[in-house]
């Protein structure tokens, strides 16, 4: 539990110090007030100096949970798996159309949440993809992207 | 008295089978909207907005309400069921609903956000017509400095959920800040934090931000403990227990006031309402150890107070033609559209069009015109 705090804090200060470094490159303030820097950099020096706060605090925390906030390797492969997938959902919405990009998604993410049924993986993905596209395309006149292969 | 006899009046003409009908398919069509993460109320009436093109102006009226209404209680749904927030206003619903639900009582959990909704929609509505004309002068009052201090509240209210630790509270709430700086600077017009992506320029949207967080984070932990417990519900018992009763009546009462309150106030959204409610039933709890795990009082409050407020941002909408919230913008722009001008217009001159059914008016014809139509 406490090497994950650790861990989140590092990346947390992470995120404070690039947006600290970036608001540095804006104005701080001008003629008239407060510049577009102004806000961003108090912010990330704050957030700053709060995570290094929470570091301090959970450094002379005794914490003896056995419970780990990380993943197995396992599932961590599979999180990893799911975030690309949805990445690639997202880049291939626009040239594979969102009937068939969302039938391939939702069919790959059923079998990699345990899902071995491939009558219910079916019925799901299509009901997901075709179904969806029919009910907001057809009936709600809602343009949802259709790719180069008119799917 | 004029004020009831107009009130029969509109009764008589919502009560006709036809418009109860539009009312039907609108709440279901807006609790559709809600239950569908990532498709918030304002979106999802503007993409329904077309679909009361063919009806007449009282139909639509009532059709896109009932969109609304629906859409504020839909997300409720997903948010018990299975932690994902359909909208924002439900985002709080999930701390204590998902517990519920996981303990079995997601039945109730509903049934008390119906009750809730609905008794807080009704009050909000009995207030509106009795007391909108000087609640609404106030709340045109507010300036700079009281919406600074309503967002000051927020912060802090924000920051005293977020539990054992007030350093955690205090940490999140500035990495909040620090996105929301991401896009045009308001005073300036230069861009922060947008690392030339044009689509960045308008900065992060809320649902996203919520979907990543809930929905993607909910994914993630699926995909971590792949056979967890599926949560299993008995949704046959929706109605609480005589004890469930008893905890919720206040929460209702109080739902009610808060949301009512700050929905006359532009500006607050439909969060913000929610938050306050939840605070306020943890601050006054005997047992706000339980919030959080499973407090049915966790979701009465928000619950209600979502409903009141929907109804009480009708007032400044209605009576000075200000909306309070994206959703409302939208639904102005369609009572335009429709043939109802939001304003003074609306209560003083075009009563007989709002109650008295009458022939189409030409769609396309500009406000004016409208108007003296039903001079």
Redesign the interface.
């Known amino acids: 539990m406490r090497r994950g705090r650790l861990l989140a804090c590092v990346c947390?200060l992470g995120?404070?110090a690039a947006?600290l470094v970036?608001?540095l490159s804006?104005s701080l303030s001008?003629a008239?007030g407060?510049?577009?820097?102004f806000?961003?950099f108090w912010?990330?020096l704050?957030?700053a100096a709060?995570?290094v706060?929470?570091l301090v605090?959970i450094a002379r925390s005794h914490d003896v949970a056995t419970a780990s906030i990380l993943?197995?390797q396992q599932?961590a492969w599979?999180?990893g798996?799911?975030?690309i997938a949805?990445a690639a959902a997202a880049a291939l919405l626009e040239p594979l159309g969102f009937r068939l990009t969302m039938l391939l998604f939702i069919a790959g993410?059923l079998f990699?949440?345990?899902a071995r049924s491939p009558s219910a993986i079916l019925l799901t993905a299509l009901a997901g993809s075709f179904g969806v596209f029919h009910v907001f395309f057809y009936w709600?006149?809602?343009p949802l992207p259709i790719g180069a292969l008119g799917l | 008295m004029d004020t009831f006899q107009h009130l029969l009046s509109g009764l008589t003409a919502a009560t006709s089978l036809q418009n109860l009908g539009f009312a039907l398919i609108g709440c279901f069509l807006g609790t559709l909207i809600g239950v569908l993460p990532g498709l918030g109320p304002a979106a999802g009436t503007a993409i329904l907005i077309p679909l009361t093109f063919t009806l007449d102006p009282i139909g639509a009226l009532i059709m896109l309400s009932a969109i609304y209404y629906g859409a504020m209680y839909g997300g409720t749904i997903t948010s018990v069921l299975i932690n994902v927030p359909g909208e924002a206003a439900s985002v709080v619903t999930c701390f204590d609903g998902y517990q519920m639900a996981k303990q079995g009582r997601g039945g109730t959990a509903l049934g008390i956000a119906a009750i809730g909704s609905f008794v807080g929609g009704i009050a909000a509505t009995v207030a509106l017509i009795v007391v909108a004309p000087p609640l609404a002068r106030i709340a045109l009052s507010f300036g700079p400095p009281e919406f600074f201090a309503l967002m000051v509240l927020g912060l802090c209210l924000i920051t005293g959920l977020a539990g054992q630790s007030l350093l955690t509270g205090l940490l999140m709430t500035v990495l909040g800040l620090l996105i929301a700086m991401v896009g045009i600077d308001p005073v300036r017009g230069a861009p922060r934090f947008t690392f030339g992506i044009p689509s960045l320029y308008d900065g992060v949207g809320f649902i996203p931000v919520v979907m990543g967080l809930f929905g993607i984070a909910e994914i993630l932990l699926t995909v971590e403990a792949p056979y967890r417990e599926v949560v299993k519900t008995k949704l046959t018992s929706l109605l609480p227990s005589r004890e469930e009763w008893r905890r919720s009546f206040g929460a209702i009462a109080r739902g009610t006031g808060v949301g009512f309150f700050l929905g006359l106030i532009p500006g607050v959204g439909a969060i913000i309402p929610t938050f306050v409610a939840y605070v306020f039933e943890k601050r006054l709890s005997k047992t706000p150890e339980q919030f959080g795990r499973g407090a049915i009082e966790g979701v009465a409050a928000p619950e209600t107070a979502n409903n009141a407020y929907a109804n009480a941002a009708m007032i400044p909408l209605l009576t000075l033609g200000i909306p309070s919230s994206p959703t409302i913008a939208v639904l102005m722009g369609a009572f335009i559209i429709n043939g109802l001008t939001p304003g003074p217009f609306l209560f003083g001159t075009v009563y007989t069009h709002k109650y008295k059914p009458r022939s189409r008016t030409k769609r396309g014809s500009s406000p004016n015109t409208i108007l003296r139509t039903f001079e």
């Open positions: 947390m995120i404070f947006a970036t608001s804006y001008d008239l407060p510049g577009p820097g806000f961003p912010l990330s704050l957030g709060l995570t706060a929470l605090e993943p197995s599932a599979q999180a798996g799911v975030l949805l993410l990699a949440l345990g709600l006149k809602v």
